[in-house]
Every structure is written in C-alpha cells, then in structure tokens.
C-alpha cells in the first residue's frame, strides 16, 4: 500500500484512500496517466486493474484468505454478512460478480481454502486432525473428514500417509 501511495504522489495524482487491491483516485485520469501508473506499479512488481468485477473478485479472494489464513477466532456471523461489511458491498453484488467471474460461489471458494490450509497444516506441522479441526473451526473432526473427502476425493488420513512418504523419499 506504501508503494502504491508513493506511485501515486509521485506523478501527482490525487487520491482519498489506498487499500489492500484498491485505490481511489479523485477526479479523472488521462490515458497517459493511465500508462504512466501502470508502468509505475508494474517495475514494483504490481498489476494494474481496470476491471471493476476483477477487482471485487480479488478483494473478496483476499478477504476470504484473510480469513482463513490469519483468522484466529471462529467465524460467528455468516460469511455472507461478514463479506459484506469487510467488504461494504451487498452480498449478493458480491456473490453475482463472483459467479459472473467464472469463479463458482463464494461458498465453495471458502471450503476450498479451508482445505488448503488443512493440508499444509497436516503436511507441515505435527497437529492431530482433532487440533487441525478445533483450529480451523470445524464442528468436529468428522466434519473436517467429510469436507476434505469431498474435496480432494481422499481421507485426511490417507493425505497425511501419502504426504510422509513423499517427505521421506
């Protein structure tokens, strides 16, 4: 986001906030400002979108890999009202732009990180299933075992047994 405001002052472009995948500029830009911001963020390592639906599926991606990745309490509203007011965006502006996207629902893009997690955490730490369920804020282990079958089509246990002797030669 630093780099991002630096960019922006730098070619003396008016701005009233900076966010994570977001900034708002005030007034209209040129199509030489245009050029002049995207190569300014591009040598940064940053991509320039002008897409209003790429934008908002990628705030609602990060949102949601927040979530999952750094959210240490359990979840107690629905994802649905808490995407809405991380996000301040109807839910079902942000569910249509998401399937409109290409992307499937926001639902099964929340599990599917969910297990994503659930396999590093059983690949890379020393976790039991019941302490990588409690800590992913599963109900129970079984549910945790259901929600990785149906997603990977293998145990949770299987995926650990596969993954040591991978990691073992």
Do not use: W
């Not at 002052?9 to 209209?28: C, H, N, Q, T, Y």
């Not at 998401?98 to 629902?105: K, M, P, S, W």
């Not at 369920?133 to 945790?144: D, E």
């Amino acid at each position: 986001m630093m780099v991002v405001e630096h960019e922006l002052r730098k070619l003396g472009l008016p701005f009233s906030r900076v966010e994570l995948g977001m900034a708002e500029i005030i007034g209209d830009i040129s199509p030489v400002q245009y050029l002049q911001i995207e190569s300014a963020l591009s040598k940064t390592g940053l991509v320039l979108m002008d897409d209003k639906r790429a934008v908002l599926i990628k705030r609602i991606k990060d949102a949601i890999r927040e979530l999952v990745y750094h959210g240490e309490e359990p979840l107690v509203i629905n994802l649905s009202v808490y995407l809405s007011s991380y996000l301040n965006c109807e839910y079902a502006c942000l569910s249509h732009a998401f399937a409109q996207g290409g992307e499937g629902t926001i639902e099964r893009f929340y599990i599917t990180q969910k297990i994503e997690r659930v396999k590093v955490l059983i690949s890379s730490t020393k976790l039991t299933l019941t302490e990588i369920a409690f800590m992913m804020h599963y109900s129970n282990v079984a549910h945790l075992s259901a929600q990785f079958k149906k997603c990977t089509g293998i145990t949770p246990s299987y995926y650990k047994q596969v993954t040591m002797k991978k990691s073992r030669g």
